[in-house]
């Protein structure tokens, strides 16, 4: 076991502190990386703050990780120390089910091991990337091209691959009109990669407030859901609309901007159930689904489609001291887009 530095919520809705847990042993699989930087995903507060439900304390969050390799087992073939890599929100999963079988691990019928606030097939609870190192088997380790700086790559392990699954999924490109709604953390990634794959896009937020930044990062348009005429002008418009928004939504109402047999796919996790009449599905055999992060293949696949494309997150360095503000901050819609912590402060 070695002692690492991390941040951790000591309990529910507490602020997070400096502290130090147990990395497990390099086994004869695993990898021992150096965490150089660490994204701030709101998930992360909807965990330590039990908005989803009952977790684990302390709880080091953190799953959008980036750093070096550091030590390998003997067994490791892909990696080598001195690697870049990357860690995203799984450590594990069962490995034998059909969906793990076919590289799609975040959906393991048996249950994906999260990168924290989860219990891995060792009995212990698992400890985010807010911290000096991370051990992780060699198989839920993903590199990161040379094209890509650590520090704008690390969101992209939770808000790069959320965003281009579902645009990859429904097949986003040319000839396909796009709406992101939310111009947040996820959003601001979801519309970069949606305009490198050559779709036509659009933001829905609630405000025009970041409209210049909207089109700086490569919208086409920019509508406000606060203004009813949005919907009055966009009825009918979009082949495929991806919701990133953390809260409820008024999903008849974006429904009914799809074209038929389009798609309304739902990436934010709202805390509460959100009401729906059928009927807004049912005419235009419209679809409305849901999309959870992307397997190892997948993720490695955006990673080097943004390296290609020169994509990554618009972010602020903070310390970790700064750690309790920033979410905060997040809660406020006050980053634009995603908060990195430098783990060097640690």
Same mark, same amino acid.
Not at 8 to 37: H, Q, S
Not at 254 to 278: F, H, I, M, Q, R
């Given at each position: 076991?070695?002692?690492?530095?991390?941040?951790?919520?000591?309990?529910?809705?507490?602020?997070?502190?400096?502290?130090?847990?147990?990395?497990?042993?390099?086994?004869?699989?695993?990898?021992?990386?150096?965490?150089? &930087?660490? =994204?701030?995903?709101?998930?992360?507060?909807?965990?330590?703050?039990?908005?989803?439900?009952?977790?684990?304390?302390?709880?080091?969050?953190?799953?959008?990780?980036?750093?070096?390799?550091?030590?390998?087992?003997?067994?490791?073939?892909?990696?080598?120390?001195?690697?870049?890599?990357?860690?995203?929100?799984?450590?594990?999963?069962?490995?034998?089910?059909? !969906?793990?079988?076919?590289?799609?691990?975040?959906?393991?019928?048996?249950?994906?091991?999260?990168?924290?606030?989860?219990?891995?097939?060792?009995?212990?609870?698992?400890?985010?990337?807010?911290?000096?190192?991370?051990?992780?088997?060699?198989?839920?380790?993903?590199?990161?091209?040379?094209?890509?700086?650590?520090?704008?790559?690390?969101?992209?392990?939770?808000?790069?691959?959320?965003?281009?699954?579902?645009?990859?999924?429904? !097949?986003?490109?040319?000839?396909?009109?796009?709406?992101?709604?939310?111009?947040? =953390?996820?959003?601001?990634?979801?519309?970069?990669?949606?305009?490198?794959?050559?779709?036509?896009?659009?933001?829905?937020?609630?405000?025009?407030?970041?409209?210049?930044?909207?089109?700086?990062?490569?919208?086409?348009?920019?509508?406000?859901?606060?203004?009813?005429?949005?919907?009055?002008?966009?009825?009918?418009?979009?082949?495929?609309?991806?919701?990133?928004?953390?809260?409820?939504?008024? &999903?008849?109402?974006?429904?009914?901007?799809?074209?038929?047999?389009?798609?309304?796919?739902?990436?934010?996790?709202?805390?509460?159930?959100?009401?729906? !009449?059928? &009927?807004?599905?049912?005419? =235009?055999?419209?679809?409305?689904?849901?999309?959870?992060?992307?397997?190892?293949?997948?993720?490695?696949?955006?990673?080097?489609?943004?390296?290609?494309?020169?994509? =990554?997150?618009?972010?602020?360095?903070?310390?970790?001291?700064?750690? !309790?503000?920033?979410?905060?901050?997040?809660?406020?819609?006050?980053?634009?887009?995603? &908060?990195?912590?430098?783990?060097?402060?640690?």
């Amino acid at each position: 076991m070695t002692t690492v530095a991390a941040y951790a919520a000591p309990a529910a809705k507490a602020p997070l502190e400096r502290t130090t847990i147990e990395r497990r042993a390099v086994g004869e699989y695993d990898v021992l990386i150096d965490i150089k &930087f660490a =994204g701030v995903c709101h998930s992360d507060i909807h965990q330590a703050r039990e908005g989803w439900g009952e977790a684990i304390f302390p709880m080091v969050p953190g799953h959008e990780i980036a750093g070096v390799v550091a030590e390998v087992g003997p067994g490791v073939t892909r990696f080598q120390v001195g690697d870049r890599v990357g860690v995203g929100c799984m450590v594990d999963s069962c490995r034998e089910c059909e !969906n793990c079988l076919r590289g799609e691990e975040q959906y393991c019928l048996n249950g994906m091991v999260g990168t924290y606030n989860a219990v891995g097939k060792d009995g212990e609870p698992t400890y985010g990337g807010y911290s000096e190192k991370i051990v992780v088997d060699e198989n839920y380790v993903i590199r990161i091209p040379d094209g890509l700086s650590l520090d704008i790559a690390a969101p992209l392990l939770c808000a790069g691959i959320t965003t281009y699954s579902p645009l990859s999924h429904w !097949n986003a490109g040319p000839g396909k009109k796009v709406a992101i709604v939310g111009l947040g =953390g996820l959003g601001h990634m979801a519309v970069k990669i949606a305009h490198a794959m050559g779709a036509e896009v659009t933001v829905l937020s609630q405000s025009l407030r970041k409209k210049d930044d909207g089109l700086k990062l490569g919208a086409d348009h920019y509508y406000a859901t606060s203004d009813p005429k949005t919907f009055e002008e966009l009825a009918g418009t979009f082949d495929l609309i991806v919701s990133t928004v953390s809260a409820p939504m008024d &999903f008849g109402a974006l429904l009914s901007l799809l074209k038929v047999d389009g798609a309304l796919v739902n990436v934010g996790a709202p805390e509460e159930p959100v009401a729906l !009449n059928l &009927f807004s599905v049912i005419g =235009g055999r419209k679809s409305l689904a849901g999309s959870m992060i992307g397997g190892i293949r997948e993720t490695q696949e955006m990673l080097d489609f943004c390296a290609e494309h020169g994509i =990554g997150a618009e972010i602020e360095l903070i310390s970790a001291a700064e750690v !309790n503000e920033a979410y905060e901050r997040v809660l406020a819609s006050d980053v634009r887009y995603r &908060f990195v912590i430098d783990t060097a402060t640690i």
